[in-house]
């Protein structure tokens, strides 16, 4: 069917550009196919305004880009007032003083000025513009340009074939001659003046008809034009589809495309109306849009809706409809640029249903969600760690992470939160105090991670935190039991070293008074021996100092306190220990050794608690060596330094472990001593646990067995 191709402009990348037929805004003139370039022959001011105001307001509503070329006898601001203030400040209209655009230092270069008129069209359809509408007034061109304007107007007619341009241009008629006025005539495709008060339209044929050379030139343009949309219409990869302008949609043809999407033949599509391959529950949308366009309510409409196959099966399309004119010889036309979005809307679907998911897993947690943006500012929360902060939503909105944290915790948060913007870590893991609205604390276990862009920039965090509060209390409840205890077994251990204790007090007591005695004798001589008393003296000193170290670490050891943890020297803790065993090893004829590491890094520990850990090793590794007779006994306190760790090993030259029970060492009420209770190596495990370390025990390569724990170093501050 050539002539709907005809009435067609054409399809660019599978999408028609606009209908064949433009709105001149002109009554007279009408409708007009893009590539129109025609003339008017004006008398008077009002003349231009009355054409050119409806020309351009035409084009704008048809979203076409248009430039005005303004010349005596009006000037810009007439154009302006006339199109009115709203018209002219959208963008899409400009206002030029034609001189400037066609003179270059006083000469007028057609091949500047068509170059110049390129570079428009393609920026406005850059911009999304449907085309270009141009006007321009010639009451500038002086005389002796004539012949070079006229070859210019020629080459422009040949220039807008297939181009989506409207062309006016506007000559004065009292400047011209009846030569002139065919020269112009003869390079449009039609005149247009008023004659006794009406508006008159000259095509060429009355003009000057052409001949038959030219004839059959444009027959030829018209015929591979219409060949080569044709190629375009049949080899689209989108479905395109022509249908009977009216409330029928009858239709009349469909490419390639649109027969693959629906499985119908073009033969077995023409008895068919769009109504009757559209899905029911859309057909009243699909109705009520093809009205609209019929009555002139709108130019075109999209629409996205369901059609049905021939086999039944149901596809989703994107549909671009717009109505195509009529002429004296051709009815109008629908014309649908229909996209097969089937994929698309169950990707969608799938993506609704993954949001879906998302967000009912989001509300319902059983922990705390926040995603947050790079001030901590949580954009969104569940309810969870609303009910869990006492804050709605909004309010939690508005306020970073570091206001509803506790203070002594949220330096430690935001270091961690900077790093993780920064790229240092991808995640991090903090238990901290959050305080909540109402004052109260609740603690938190929170594992932040980072969502990042394709460019590696962070978009937002998500913060999970689980309430340990009931937990925390029941560690504290732990530990103040684990410390009860602790404290009956080194009271125990004190009983059971009574008889050394007591004997290293008696000692420097005995000495004491030894001392004192002496000095009274010299004392009481004729000729006292004051060097033998001040002699005597600070031995008494000493020994009494002795004394009350002996009593300050026992008492230590015997009083219950809460277990307070500060930096100290491991070799101090060994040095406090050693003060109290002396007569324990010479009773068990132990003889001890110290292998003490110098300059070794502090620890963070509690110093009667660790006390505790060594009298327990050393006393276990005394006792093992009960019933060795045919070896020294020997007995090894060493520390040393290992990675970020302190080493601390207890080493014996006993009967060492039987192997059957060395997985059960350490666990409580297990022992093999006839009269142990089983609790001291199971709370000295606790105690070293509880200060991040750990406590092994491992059989010797020769005889007897060593203990030995680690405990990770505090390198900061001062010891």
């Known amino acids: 069917m050539p002539h709907i191709f005809r009435?067609?402009?054409?399809?660019?990348?599978?999408?028609?550009?606009?209908?064949?037929?433009?709105?001149?805004?002109?009554?007279?003139?009408?409708?007009?196919?893009?590539?129109?370039?025609?003339?008017?022959?004006?008398?008077?001011?009002?003349?231009?305004?009355?054409?050119?105001?409806?020309?351009f307001r035409a084009g704008l509503e048809s979203r076409e880009f248009c430039v005005w070329l303004i010349a005596d006898p009006l000037t810009e601001a007439d154009a302006r007032r006339a199109l009115g203030h709203t018209v002219t400040s959208s963008g899409d209209i400009e206002i030029l003083p034609a001189r400037e655009?066609?003179?270059?230092?006083?000469?007028?270069?057609?091949?500047?000025?068509?170059?110049?008129?390129?570079?428009?069209l393609v920026a406005a359809l850059r911009r999304g513009n449907?085309?270009?509408?141009?006007?321009?007034?010639?009451?500038?061109?002086?005389?002796?340009?004539?012949?070079?304007?006229?070859?210019?107007?020629?080459?422009?007619?040949?220039?807008?074939?297939?181009?989506?341009?409207?062309?006016?241009?506007?000559?004065?008629?009292?400047?011209?001659?009846?030569?002139?006025?065919?020269?112009?005539?003869?390079?449009h495709?039609?005149?247009?003046?008023?004659?006794?008060?009406?508006?008159?339209?000259?095509?060429?044929?009355?003009?000057?008809r052409p001949n038959e050379q030219t004839r059959r030139r444009?027959?030829?343009?018209?015929?591979?034009?219409?060949?080569?949309?044709?190629?375009?219409?049949e080899n689209s990869a989108v479905g395109i589809v022509l249908q009977s302008g009216d409330r029928s949609g009858r239709f009349l043809a469909a490419n390639a495309a649109y027969q693959r999407m629906l499985g119908y033949s073009a033969e077995e599509l023409r008895p068919l109306t769009f109504m009757d391959i559209t899905y029911e529950e859309d057909r009243e949308a699909n109705r009520r849009l093809a009205d609209e366009l019929l009555e002139g309510k709108r130019q075109s409409f999209e629409l996205i809706k369901r059609n049905r196959r021939k086999d039944g099966t149901l596809m989703w399309v994107s549909i671009h409809v717009s109505l195509i004119p009529g002429t004296r010889s051709n009815a109008r036309l629908f014309m649908s640029i229909v996209d097969d979005i089937t994929e698309r809307k169950r990707a969608e679907e799938a993506l609704?249903?993954?949001?879906?998911?998302?967000?009912?897993?989001?509300?319902?947690?059983?922990?705390?969600?926040?995603?947050?943006?790079?001030?901590?500012?949580?954009?969104?929360?569940?309810?969870?760690?609303?009910?869990?902060?006492?804050?709605?939503?909004?309010?939690?909105?508005?306020?970073?992470?570091?206001?509803?944290?506790?203070?002594?915790?949220?330096?430690?948060?935001?270091?961690?939160?900077?790093?993780?913007?920064?790229?240092?870590?991808?995640?991090?893991?903090?238990?901290?105090?959050?305080?909540?609205?109402?004052?109260?604390?609740?603690?938190?276990?929170?594992?932040?991670?980072?969502?990042?862009?394709?460019?590696?920039?962070?978009?937002?965090?998500?913060?999970?935190?689980?309430?340990?509060?009931?937990?925390?209390?029941?560690?504290?409840?732990?530990?103040?039991?684990?410390?009860?205890?602790?404290?009956?077994?080194?009271?125990?251990?004190?009983?059971?070293?009574?008889a050394s204790i007591a004997h290293e007090l008696n000692q420097p007591l005995a000495a004491i008074v030894a001392d004192a005695n002496a000095s009274l004798n010299w004392l009481t001589k004729p000729h006292p021996d004051l060097d033998g008393v001040r002699e005597a003296l600070t031995a008494i000193v000493q020994d009494g100092h002795r004394a009350a170290d002996v009593?300050?670490?026992?008492?230590?050891?015997?009083?219950?306190?809460?277990?307070?943890?500060?930096?100290?020297?491991?070799?101090?803790?060994?040095?406090?220990?050693?003060?109290?065993?002396?007569?324990?090893?010479?009773?068990?004829?132990?003889?001890?050794?110290?292998?003490?590491?110098?300059?070794?890094?502090?620890?963070?520990?509690?110093?009667?608690?660790?006390?505790?850990?060594?009298?327990?090793?050393?006393?276990?590794?005394?006792?093992?060596?009960?019933?060795?007779?045919?070896?020294?006994?020997?007995?090894?306190?060493?520390?040393?330094?290992?990675?970020?760790?302190?080493?601390?090993?207890?080493?014996?030259s006993g009967t060492g472990i039987d192997p059957d029970k060395m997985d059960r060492m350490f666990d409580a009420f297990f022992t093999t001593k006839p009269s142990g209770m089983g609790m001291g190596l199971s709370i000295s495990r606790s105690i070293i646990e509880a200060h991040g370390g750990r406590l092994w025990a491992s059989p010797n390569a020769g005889p007897g067995a060593t203990f030995q724990f680690s405990l990770p170093t505090d390198s900061k501050g001062e010891a």
């Open 101 to 120: 655009w066609y003179l270059e230092d006083s000469t007028f270069d057609p091949k500047r000025v068509l170059a110049g008129w390129n570079d428009k």
């Open 551 to 652: 009593i300050q670490r026992t008492r230590q050891l015997a009083t219950k306190t809460d277990p307070q943890k500060v930096r100290l020297q491991v070799n101090d803790v060994i040095e406090d220990i050693v003060a109290l065993i002396g007569t324990e090893l010479r009773g068990h004829e132990v003889s001890l050794r110290l292998d003490l590491a110098p300059e070794l890094l502090p620890v963070l520990g509690d110093r009667v608690q660790l006390q505790q850990v060594l009298i327990n090793l050393v006393m276990n590794g005394m006792e093992a060596m009960a019933s060795v007779g045919d070896r020294p006994r020997e007995l090894l306190i060493r520390s040393q330094h290992e990675a970020d760790q302190a080493l601390v090993a207890v080493q014996d």
């Open 218 to 233: 444009d027959e030829e343009q018209l015929r591979k034009s219409e060949e080569r949309w044709r190629a375009v219409f």
């Open 189 to 208: 495709d039609f005149s247009l003046a008023r004659r006794h008060g009406q508006w008159e339209v000259f095509e060429p044929s009355e003009l000057d």
């Open 352 to 498: 609704s249903r993954s949001e879906r998911q998302f967000r009912a897993l989001f509300e319902e947690a059983a922990v705390g969600i926040a995603l947050c943006d790079s001030a901590g500012r949580p954009f969104e929360s569940n309810r969870k760690l609303e009910q869990m902060l006492g804050y709605s939503a909004n309010e939690l909105r508005g306020m970073p992470f570091t206001a509803f944290t506790d203070p002594e915790d949220a330096k430690a948060d935001w270091s961690l939160f900077t790093e993780l913007l920064s790229g240092k870590r991808d995640h991090y893991h903090i238990e901290k105090r959050y305080r909540r609205k109402d004052g109260s604390l609740v603690w938190g276990d929170l594992t932040v991670y980072i969502v990042r862009d394709d460019r590696g920039q962070p978009m937002f965090s998500i913060g999970m935190v689980q309430d340990i509060t009931d937990r925390k209390g029941a560690e504290q409840a732990l530990q103040k039991a684990q410390a009860e205890l602790a404290h009956v077994a080194r009271v125990t251990t004190l009983g059971e070293m009574a």
């Open 7 to 55: 009435l067609l402009l054409g399809i660019r990348g599978g999408r028609a550009v606009a209908t064949a037929l433009r709105p001149t805004g002109i009554d007279v003139v009408g409708h007009r196919p893009w590539g129109t370039h025609f003339c008017l022959f004006y008398e008077t001011k009002d003349d231009l305004l009355d054409t050119l105001v409806p020309y």
């Open 130 to 187: 449907e085309g270009l509408r141009v006007a321009g007034q010639t009451s500038w061109l002086p005389a002796t340009q004539w012949k070079a304007f006229c070859d210019y107007e020629q080459a422009l007619s040949e220039s807008l074939t297939d181009q989506p341009i409207t062309w006016l241009c506007a000559y004065p008629v009292e400047a011209r001659g009846i030569a002139e006025i065919l020269d112009v005539a003869r390079t």
